[in-house]
Nanobody
Framework: QVQLVESGGGLAQAGGSLRLSCAASVPIFGFSTSMGWYRQAPGKQRELVAIITRGGSTNYADSVKGRFTISRDNAKNTVYLQMNSLKPEDTAVYYC????????WGQGTQVTVSS
């Protein structure tokens, strides 16, 4: 069974940086079509932040383009989200996702950005 464990959330000031990590319990990059990061702010729907495909292509939400970078380490079965120039509106619970024949989600990690 695939398990995804996120880490790296926390409190940051506006303009600061955080790096999120998502470690998979299996070598998931070999059979997932993509892995990504989503976020959900209070009272809002979960939204896509960034994805990276098996082939290495990336895609970002317009709101984070130029500030966030998704990457992966195949040897560590880990995907990262480097978040720079953070804004208060980035405050949310961030979830890691892996798409295979099923959809797998991590437990989420809280990111809070103070102004």
């Amino acid at each position: 069974q695939v398990q995804l464990v996120e880490s790296g959330g926390g409190l940051a000031q506006a303009g600061g940086s955080l790096r999120l990590s998502c470690a998979a319990s299996v070598p998931i990059f070999g059979f997932s079509t993509s892995m990504g990061w989503y976020r959900q702010a209070p009272g809002k729907q979960r939204e896509l932040v960034a994805i990276i495909t098996r082939g290495g292509s990336t895609n970002y939400a317009d709101s984070v383009k130029g500030r966030f970078t998704i990457s992966r380490d195949n040897a560590k079965n880990t995907v990262y989200l480097q978040m720079n120039s953070l804004k208060p509106e980035d405050t949310a619970v961030y979830y890691c996702n892996a798409k295979t024949s099923n959809d797998y989600w991590g437990q989420g990690t809280q990111v809070t950005v103070s102004s």
